[in-house]
């Protein structure tokens, strides 16, 4: 075996290195930026998760209470008064014809006892 084959055999056995080093290269790079990606998503569907069920705790504490009253026709109906706009809460529902008048003021005056 000459030195020239000799040659050739070594040139083509770096190309084949240098071609399989460009597509572990390549193929690394994608899955490096696959994997960055769903990291990211992750983390941030778990920071959303956080901030959601923060949110959740610190509005769903003391703020909302339920009353069952009964209107004039004997039915018994739910109201629902927020501490932070109660008064505003039952104008509306009066005004959308879900309490009566009579109610209104019975919760008008519950409400304004509270607050004092």
Known sequence: MGWKKAAGYLLVAILALVLVRF??????GIVSLIWTILTTAVAL????????????LLSGFGNDRSTTTTSSVGTSKTTSVNASGGVDTLKDQYANGEISERELERELERELNREQ
């Open 23 to 28: 597509i572990v290269t390549v193929v690394f």
């Open 45 to 56: 569907a778990i920071l959303g998760a956080v901030v959601y069920g923060g949110y959740k």
